[in-house]
T-cell receptor, first 115, second 114 residues
Framework: NAGVMQNPRHLVRRRGQEARLRCSPM?????VYWYRQLPEEGLKFMVY????????ESGMPKERFSAEFPKEGPSILRIQQVVRGDSAAYFC?????????????FGPGTRLTVL | AQTVTQSQPEMSVQEAETVTLSCTYD???????LFWYKQPPSRQMILVIR??????QNATENRFSVNFQKAAKSFSLKISDSQLGDAAMYFC???????????FGAGTILRVKS
């Protein structure tokens, strides 16, 4: 059973460009979470999604950031008009439909660098 | 809002010795989960151990054990017989049973000396 997959692993963008980060959850998992890790800091929750629904986006910046988890395909975290402060590692995690198992399985992360 | 505090930015331990990493948290909930995650240089997040707040018995996973003090809101991680492969950043995390987000501390860098 493959783990959570994220691509790309490294992404370089210039200020003002768009960044698209992809996350494929583990097989059978329908819950996806995105976290951001700024340099020298812990992970901060951004958004929680189930298939075709955003459940909790309390950690998402109000502007430029959006997330989706379509019926088919990976979850996408989209950052428009990136700025240098968006440089960070972005982690995706997934959990089974039966969330009483309560463990989130993390992907390897995407490191975004904004020049 | 729940917060998690790791007061030790960095710790060192001699190989084969024991080290304890501290974590405190703040919550008004009575039921919740606590976790320790390891992040090696590869940056992959690896679950080390977890504790359900309703369980009085401290969780243990091989060389890793916790000291869970619910009244004090303390959740420390003890690593026995430290190995070079234990060197990593360690994060303490909190989660409510019906919420789905993890709240992380700032992390503790653990260095293991040979």
């Amino acid at each position: 059973n493959a783990g959570v997959m994220q691509n790309p692993r490294h992404l370089v963008r210039r200020r003002g460009q768009e960044a698209r980060l992809r996350c494929s959850p583990m097989k059978g998992h329908s819950h996806v979470y995105w976290y951001r890790q700024l340099p020298e800091e812990g992970l901060k929750f951004m958004v929680y999604l189930q298939k075709e629904n955003i459940i909790d986006e309390s950690g998402m910046p109000k502007e430029r950031f959006s997330a989706e988890f379509p019926k088919e395909g990976p979850s996408i975290l989209r950052i428009q008009q990136v700025v240098r402060g968006d440089s960070a590692a972005y982690f995706c995690a997934s959990s089974p439909q039966d969330s009483s198992l309560d463990e989130q399985f993390f992907g390897p992360g995407t490191r975004l660098t904004v020049l | 809002a729940q917060t998690v505090t790791q007061s030790q930015p960095e710790m060192s331990v001699q190989e084969a010795e024991t080290v304890t990493l501290s974590c405190t948290y703040d919550t008004s909930e009575s039921d919740y989960y606590l976790f320790w995650y390891k992040q090696p240089p590869s940056r992959q997040m690896i679950l080390v151990i977890r504790q359900e707040a309703y369980k009085q018995q401290n969780a243990t996973e091989n060389r890793f054990s916790v000291n869970f003090q619910k009244a004090a809101k303390s959740f420390s991680l003890k690593i026995s017989d430290s190995q070079l492969g234990d060197a990593a950043m360690y994060f303490c995390a909190y989660r409510t049973p019906y919420g789905n987000k993890l709240v992380f501390g700032a992390g503790t860098i653990l260095r293991v000396k040979s």
